[in-house]
């Protein structure tokens, strides 16, 4: 699919900076969990319930998104709550998740999450910038195809190596970590992975394998494009791995349809075992 060049060199990167405030904005002004929970009785796109904060934080990124259509801009946009939204071409699309982790943000729990891509075709690999915010830790990371990643503003380090212990991967983010999914996949847990952490966002998650905090990641269950569009190309332009099991080279669509398990790893070994965890899940 033909780009289109005028909405690739928006300044993507100055519009998600200020929907990111946008969203420490809202939650500001609902600090407490009794506000947070709020629904305003409608389902997004995805399906969920719409939360108060969730529109809030939404409207705030379509401000950005017509402040870029009015300049000049083209491009139709994916959003967990409002769905596909048309402004004007459908040659690039931007896939947005304005709050990821909005159960932590209900509770209270600090890793809260924008996730913004911005794609020239329909499959994660046409994704062409990818920002990552973690409002918790100020953490931001900032991917561009075939550039490289700016983590905090400044290209980030060379991420040390893999790490194990007792030849398994010594820490990896689990995600979809309901119980009746982690239950299959345990022995799968036992032999590949030393510990586990969740972060209760894919979009954060993804981050910190771009810093090898963890040593990979994985989703037990099927994963909306709106959560790792972005967080998929910090990784790969990190130096590290991603898959999406059932879709070959990076094939999965950027639509609001949760097709399958993702998988990220610093090393192809570390994707093939955890990559195991979930072959055939969801056939």
Request: with cysteine.
């Amino acid at each position: 699919m033909a780009s289109s060049p005028a909405a690739l060199q928006a300044d993507w990167l100055g519009a998600c900076r200020r929907a990111t405030q946008g969203l420490r904005d809202v939650l500001v002004a609902h600090p407490t969990s009794h506000e947070r929970v709020e629904e305003t009785g409608e389902r997004g796109g995805g399906g969920d319930q719409t939360l108060v904060i969730d529109q809030a934080a939404e409207d705030g990124v379509f401000r950005e998104l017509e402040r870029l259509h009015d300049g000049g801009a083209r491009f139709c946009a994916v959003s967990e709550e409002r769905g596909v939204v048309d402004f004007g071409s459908d040659d690039v699309t931007v896939v947005i998740d304005p709050i990821d982790g909005s159960m932590n943000a209900k509770r209270g729990i600090p890793h809260v999450g924008i996730s913004i891509a911005v794609a020239d075709g329909t499959t994660m690999a046409d994704v062409a910038f990818g920002y990552v915010a973690d409002l918790g830790t100020d953490d931001e990371w900032v991917a561009r195809r075939g550039e490289g990643v700016l983590h905090n503003g400044k290209p980030a380090s060379e991420p040390p190596p893999e790490r194990r212990k007792e030849g398994r991967l010594e820490l990896v983010a689990i995600e979809s970590a309901d119980p009746q999914w982690i239950a299959p996949a345990i022995e799968g847990l036992q032999e590949h992975v030393h510990r586990l952490r969740a972060f209760g966002s894919i979009a954060i998650s993804l981050g910190q394998v771009a810093c090898a905090r963890v040593d990979g990641m994985v989703t037990l269950w099927r994963t909306r494009a709106v959560d790792c569009a972005a967080g998929q190309l910090v990784v790969r332009e990190s130096g590290g791995f991603v898959a999406f099991p059932g879709f070959p080279e990076l094939s999965s669509p950027l639509d609001l349809e949760p097709h399958g398990p993702l998988v990220a790893a610093r090393t192809e070994r570390g994707l093939d075992e955890l990559s195991s965890l979930v072959d055939g899940r969801l056939a």
